[in-house]
């Protein structure tokens, strides 16, 4: 039953949003679906999509559409990727080790977040998959030298390195429902979580809820926890510590919060092997372009040397092969593959993945690519048949930024 609800219900990422929000007490929903004070770089994120199109030539034929990758000397079935996202187990009981379950199933990367309510080794443990880890640097160097040796013991197959989290973003829809450090919920809140019934019957049930990868700092609750982690990242943190990760971690090491191109080019020149062009989903700075604006610009600087990830905004299919046209080499999904988590755990993921799976494989189809190699800015509509390509505009936009 509930696989033809999702069939049915969730025929689209937008469509698991809506199933998502009808689960989910208010509070909750708005900690995954909200973004930084005004939202603006959270609605940039998707607007950008829909500032371009393809031109369709559908008399190619097709005859494979084949949507697999090559990264890191892995062959991937398809350029959709799960980013790290925290606290997924608020949304359904061990919710990480059901979205990693999900994506292995289908041979997709899942990207365990620092804030996992479950442990770094349980994960892998349970879970035979491709997984990379996120870290941060914090002041304490040895805690970040304690998550880089954990995850490469447990066989995590690349580090992400998140650099735009150095303080907290204002995060005002959590302020508004009281969702802070320490909570804050008052009556209207706590009815709201009594009505969803469902959410709260499974989260009685299940373990305490837990920033579980912070256990030798003593207390790992939810809350008290995570006011002490905000305390523990490093404003101050620069390329020393790029320079240093790189040393002690032989794995591949992806930054993960790139826009500007300068930022790409030190991290090719240091021997990072990649770059994931992202803006937090909106959810830290808002007064910074869309992800999708600044990838043009992050490919030129790096010249194809090393991949060139990207997220923020991606809610169809459609949106992964124009990223792909812009010269990225896959993306990765937050906010999505959470919605999938609250509305069926790992049905509800595997559901997402597939959803981007059948989008991308219409439109190749529609389009006339066999591949992904055939999807570059050539395939771009040019209003008005100007020569100027859209990655050029892009790139042209962020100089103008940038100043």
């Known amino acids: 039953m509930r696989e033809e609800v999702l069939k049915y219900q969730g025929y689209s990422v937008a469509a698991m949003r809506d199933l998502a929000r009808k689960r989910l007490p208010r509070s909750v929903f708005d900690f995954v679906d909200g973004g930084a004070e005004d939202e603006v770089a959270l609605q940039r994120n998707e607007a950008a999509f829909r500032e371009i199109a393809f031109l369709p030539n559908p008399l190619k034929g097709t005859t494979r559409r084949d949507q697999s990758i090559d990264l890191f000397g892995a062959r991937l079935p398809s350029p959709v990727l799960i980013g790290p996202t925290g606290l997924t187990g608020m949304l359904w009981p061990r919710g990480e080790i059901a979205a990693a379950r999900a994506a292995a199933a289908v041979g997709t990367v899942y990207t365990m977040s620092h804030g996992s309510t479950v442990k770094i080794e349980d994960l892998a443990a349970q879970v035979k998959g491709r997984q990379w880890m996120q870290i941060f640097a914090y002041k304490d160097r040895g805690l970040t030298e304690n998550f880089v040796h954990r995850a490469h013991d447990a066989g995590y197959q690349a580090l992400v390195l998140t650099i735009d989290n150095q303080v907290l973003g204002q995060r005002e829809r959590d302020l508004r429902n009281g969702f802070t450090v320490p909570p804050r919920f008052e009556i209207g809140s706590l009815v709201d979580m009594a009505f969803h019934l469902r959410w709260l019957l499974r989260m009685a049930r299940a373990p305490r809820l837990a920033m579980a990868n912070y256990e030798r700092e003593g207390d790992t609750g939810v809350f008290s926890i995570g006011a002490r982690v905000v305390g523990w990242m490093d404003p101050s943190s620069s390329w020393k510590e790029v320079e240093w990760l ?21 991290a090719r020149a240091l021997g990072v092997d990649g770059i994931i062009v992202s803006n937090h989903g909106g959810r830290q700075l808002d007064v910074v372009p869309a992800s999708l604006h600044a990838l043009p ?10 991949p060139v990830l990207f997220d923020g905004g991606v809610r169809r299919g459609g949106d992964v092969l124009k990223a792909i046209a812009l010269g990225a080499t ?49 395939v771009l509509f040019k209003p008005g048949g100007k020569s100027e390509s859209v990655l050029s505009t892009f790139s042209k936009k962020l100089t103008a930024m940038l100043g």
């Open 330 to 378: 896959a993306c990765l999904i937050g906010r999505p593959h959470l919605w999938g988590v609250a509305v069926a755990g790992e049905q509800g993921v595997a559901r997402v993945l597939e959803i981007y799976r059948s989008e991308i494989e219409r439109i190749m189809a529609l389009c006339g690519w066999d591949c992904l190699k055939e999807i570059d800015h050539s």
């Open 297 to 306: 610009a992050v490919v030129d600087a790096v010249s194809g040397k090393m």
């Open 246 to 266: 790189r040393r002690i971690w032989d794995r591949p090491l992806l930054l993960k919060g790139v826009l500007h191109p300068d930022e790409a080019r030190r």
